[in-house]
């Protein structure tokens, strides 16, 4: 079966070509397909001016968010193999080893489905967890209170993930492993959140068809998150986007009322107006 990884850039295509150089020459893998999310720059020159025989860039026409180009890159590989293994990747990952991949490849299986490593960030290790019930979401939008409560409830123990394999709820979505059948059967990752949340919205379809996410606990992989630290404009307007995709997922994947949804939208407008009042005297 052919691995085929998928990489989304978004004008950050130095760090790109970092994951490029990091896994051109490994043998696992058949075809790298980039695929670079109307950046606007000088992205699609610079990677093509590579030269790597084994890498196909794609430039979208407008950028529709991250699950739409992601659907881009896994269609294509789906078009030209069928049946194959896909690694999906944000381009600020690096792999160290080839056999951490190739172990990562041998994990998935007709029943594990979806495959993810250990996610180094910031020296911190990011593993699976829990998907959010409605009221879940209300509370991690409380202000001082949302980080800790996800931490605390959300995330599974340290010592649930003492042996190989861990089955979990959902992954992160910067670097992981799906069968290309399960992505079919799924409908692929839905389009109507720009950015975030496609992992909860994965996950619960995943579960939704009784097969299984796991994590590889055997294996790490560096999310070197760092480099792309947003400034405090930019971060306000993510904030947004992340609870638009919250408040699609709570109405259209996980039954949310109408009183939840009212609560979703208040406590996630109270903590706008704070970070935008905090980042004004920062």
């Known amino acids: 079966m052919k691995n085929i990884m998928v990489i989304v850039n978004y004008r950050d295509v130095l760090t790109t070509i970092r994951l490029l150089d990091n896994v051109k020459e490994y043998k696992i893998l058949d075809e790298i397909i980039v695929v670079d999310n109307h950046s606007k720059d000088n992205s699609v020159l610079k990677l093509n001016n590579l030269n790597i025989k084994k890498m196909t860039v794609i ?27 896909l690694i999906i990747s944000n381009s600020d990952i690096i792999i160290d080893r080839e056999k951490d991949l190739k172990e990562l490849i041998n ?14 960030e910031d020296n911190k290790l990011s593993r699976g967890w829990h998907i959010p019930s409605p009221v879940d979401d209300i509370k991690q939008n409380i202000i001082f209170f949302g980080k800790n409560y996800f931490d605390k409830k959300l995330r599974y123990s340290d010592a649930y993930y003492k042996n190989h394999l861990s089955k979990v709820d959902t992954v992160s979505g910067c670097f992981f492993l799906v069968k290309s059948k399960h992505l079919e059967n799924i409908d692929y990752f839905d389009e109507n959140v720009f950015l975030y949340y496609e992992e909860n919205i994965f996950g619960i379809k995943t579960k939704r068809l009784k097969k299984n996410i796991v994590i590889n606990n055997d294996i790490d992989v560096v999310h070197d998150h760092a480099k792309t630290i947003d400034k405090n404009l930019k971060r306000i307007n993510k904030y947004k986007i992340l609870k638009q995709s919250q408040y699609y997922f709570e109405k259209c994947y996980n039954n949310a009322n109408k009183l939840e949804l009212l609560m979703l939208s208040i406590s996630a407008k109270i903590t706008q107006i704070f970070l935008f009042i905090k980042y004004i005297f920062d």
Do not use: F, Q, W
């Open 59 to 85: 430039e979208t026409k407008e950028n529709k968010g991250y699950s739409y180009a992601l659907n881009i890159g896994c269609k294509e590989a789906i078009r030209k193999y069928k049946d194959c293994n």
């Open 107 to 120: 994990t998935l299986s007709d029943t594990n489905v979806i495959v993810a490593p250990n996610i180094i």
